[in-house]
C-alpha cells in the first residue's frame, strides 16, 4: 500500500545542532509540506514544495531549510538547532495543484536541550 | 488570511450518545477536511468534503461552502472516537497550504 513516512519518530538534539528530519511518500504525489504542532498554535506550515527542484516558504520558515532532489522525499533541516524548535513535526502530500486531499505522516517528535 | 474557527472546544459524553462539530470558515475554498488526532498523536483523516454531504460508518459530515460552514455528526460514540477533531481548509486564494481550526477535543466516557 502508498503510504507516507517520517523518520526518526522521537529525536533529542542539542542546542546548535544540525538536524534532518525525513519525509518520504510512495503515492508519486507532486505536493509535499512540512508543518509543526505546538500548543496554542495549531498546525503551521514551514515549507511546501510542487515537485522536483521547486520548493516554497511557509509562514515559519525561519531556522529551515528544505530540498527536493526526487518526488518521493522531502527532507527538513533544522540549520542550528533552537529550543523554539521543540515540537512535533508532521509531513503531508498531496496529488497536484488544486483541490486534492492532503495526507499526513505519523509525525516526529523533536526535543532541543 | 483565511480563518477557522471550530466548536465547541471541548465535548464529554457518554458512550453511545451522538454529537456535532462546527467548523466556519472566513471566505471561499477549494478544499475542505476533518482529521481525527487519536491519542497518539496520529492524523486520521475522516473527510475529504468542500461540498456536499459524505457519510462513512458512524461518522458522517456536511460542508455547505456558500455559508462557510461544515459539520461532522459522530453517533453512538465509542471511546476509541476520543481524541482531537480538527478541521482544515485550502483557501482558493493563496497556496495548497491547509490552515487548521484549533480543534475540538471529544472524551468519551465509557
Known amino acids: 500500500d502508498a503510504e507516507i513516512t517520517q523518520s526518526p519518530r522521537h529525536k533529542i538534539t542539542e542546542t546548535g545542532r544540525q538536524v534532518t528530519l525525513a519525509c518520504h511518500q510512495t503515492w508519486n504525489h507532486n505536493n509535499m509540506f512540512w508543518y509543526r504542532q505546538d500548543l496554542g498554535h495549531g498546525l503551521r506550515l514551514i515549507h511546501y514544495?510542487?515537485?522536483?527542484?521547486?520548493?516554497n516558504k511557509g509562514e515559519v520558515s525561519d531556522g529551515y531549510s528544505v530540498s527536493r532532489s526526487n518526488t518521493e522525499d522531502l527532507p527538513l533541516t533544522l540549520e542550528s538547532a533552537a529550543s523554539s524548535q521543540t515540537s512535533v513535526y508532521f509531513c503531508?502530500?498531496?496529488?497536484?495543484?488544486?483541490?486534492?486531499?492532503?495526507?499526513f505522516g505519523p509525525g516526529t517528535r523533536l526535543t532541543v536541550t | 488570511g483565511i480563518q477557522v474557527e471550530q466548536s465547541p472546544p471541548d465535548l464529554i459524553l457518554q458512550e453511545g450518545a451522538n454529537s456535532t462539530l462546527r467548523c466556519n470558515f472566513s471566505d471561499s475554498v477549494n478544499n475542505l477536511q476533518w482529521f481525527h488526532q487519536n491519542p497518539w498523536g496520529q492524523l486520521i483523516n475522516l473527510f475529504y468534503i468542500p461540498s456536499g454531504t459524505k457519510q462513512n460508518g458512524r461518522l458522517s459530515a456536511t460542508t455547505v461552502a456558500t455559508e462557510r460552514y461544515s459539520l461532522l455528526y459522530i453517533s453512538s460514540s465509542q471511546t476509541t472516537d476520543s481524541g482531537v477533531y480538527f478541521c482544515?481548509?485550502?483557501?482558493?486564494?493563496?497556496?495548497?497550504?491547509?490552515?487548521f481550526g484549533t480543534g475540538t477535543r471529544l472524551t468519551i466516557i465509557p
Open positions: 503531508a502530500s498531496s496529488f497536484d495543484k488544486g483541490s486534492y486531499e492532503q495526507y
Open positions: 514544495s510542487y515537485g522536483v527542484h521547486d520548493t
Open positions: 482544515a481548509v485550502v483557501s482558493n486564494f493563496g497556496n495548497e497550504k491547509l490552515t
